[in-house]
């Protein structure tokens, strides 16, 4: 079985809930103390995290979880911090917009705003 397929065990789960919450809101605060609540030694879990690739493992399901949301943050951005108020008069969605700058989402995501390909310019090569 390979590694990307294999099933986690609770205990890894928990480290990896605790890898994706912030620093600033983990109960506990640091890793030997969540060893400590689990039961195990502080060196398993840091073994565990680089055999299983467990850190890239939350970054991923943070980062998946980020673009699900990437509109909604940067309307915030744009209403909170009054960004970049184009979006209001050209009539594109405003993560189109940071900056100043046109960005374009990723090509491998839905882009249901885009009206046609021009919409969106190629940022990459």
């Known amino acids: 079985m390979s590694q990307k397929s294999r099933v986690l065990t609770a205990n890894q ?3 990896v809930r ?5 620093q600033k809101s983990r109960q506990p605060k640091i890793e030997a103390e969540l060893a400590k609540e689990m039961g195990t030694r502080p060196a ?5 995290r680089k055999k299983l690739d467990l850190d890239n493992h939350a970054s991923e399901m943070v980062r998946q979880k980020l673009y699900r949301h990437l509109p909604e943050v940067y309307e915030v ?7 970049v108020p184009a979006h209001r ?3 594109l969605p405003p993560h189109t917009y940071l900056a100043g700058a046109r960005v ?3 090509s491998d995501s839905p ?4 009206s046609s390909p021009s919409t969106f310019p190629a940022t990459r090569s």
């Open 111 to 114: 882009r249901p705003y885009a």
């Open 13 to 15: 789960i928990e480290v």
């Open 104 to 106: 374009a989402r990723p």
């Open 44 to 48: 398993t879990i840091s073994k565990c």
């Open 18 to 22: 605790w890898l994706t919450t912030p």
């Open 89 to 91: 008069e050209t009539g």
């Open 77 to 83: 951005l744009v209403e909170r911090f009054n960004l």
